[in-house]
């Protein structure tokens, strides 16, 4: 590993890694080598860097309710088709109080019965955007209502980051553990 590498990896293990355990998901094998997003995150550990400050500066400062952006999180890994990440975000979202079938719901490109309102605009909001790259003006309304205009850019920040850790899931085939 180049220092860049090492100082990420010394950093990856002693926050993400000990968050992970944490909640009960794997993130190493059993010898202690990093599973999921971290070892495509080490390719290039400047811009890593500058990613997981921005995903820090978007979690502690959103207006999002956590479930909500729980919801938008699990949305994007379905879109995706990443297991690892439906996997690792499950257990916060379960954390967060959804339910087991609203996460296989979401997973499988639902919406589940079991959502509030606002929780549901979310979901369809990050689904739309997420497919089709735009959505309908009666959900953006709606969503405008709900979340104001600084909820709708906490929406879109979040999806960039974890667009951005699932397109190097799915790019890595990196699946989640057995």
Not at 10 to 17: A, E, M, N, V
Not at 18 to 28: C, L, P, Y
Not at 32 to 41: A, K, Q
Request: proline share 3%; charged share 20%.
């Amino acid at each position: 590993m180049t220092n860049a590498q090492r100082e990420l990896y010394d950093t990856l293990q002693k926050s993400w890694i000990v968050f992970a355990d944490k909640i009960g998901v794997k993130a190493t094998t059993e010898d202690g080598s990093l599973i999921g997003p971290f070892n495509f995150f080490l390719l290039h550990p400047e811009v890593t860097a500058k990613l997981s400050a921005f995903q820090e500066a978007e979690e502690t400062n959103t207006t999002l309710p956590r479930r909500v952006r729980e919801i938008v999180i699990i949305t994007v890994g379905a879109v995706w088709g990443a297991t690892y990440e439906l996997y690792a975000r499950g257990h916060v979202a379960r954390e967060a109080g959804l339910s087991d079938k609203a996460l296989a719901v979401i997973a499988s490109g639902g919406i589940p019965d079991d959502l509030s309102d606002d929780e549901t605009i979310a979901a369809r909001l990050a689904r739309e955007l997420a497919t089709s790259h735009r959505v309908d003006d009666d959900l953006y309304q709606s969503a405008e209502q709900v979340f104001g205009r600084t909820g709708l850019f906490d929406i879109v920040a979040v999806m960039g980051v974890y667009q951005t850790v699932c397109a190097g899931l799915a790019l890595f085939e990196v699946p989640a553990p057995a």
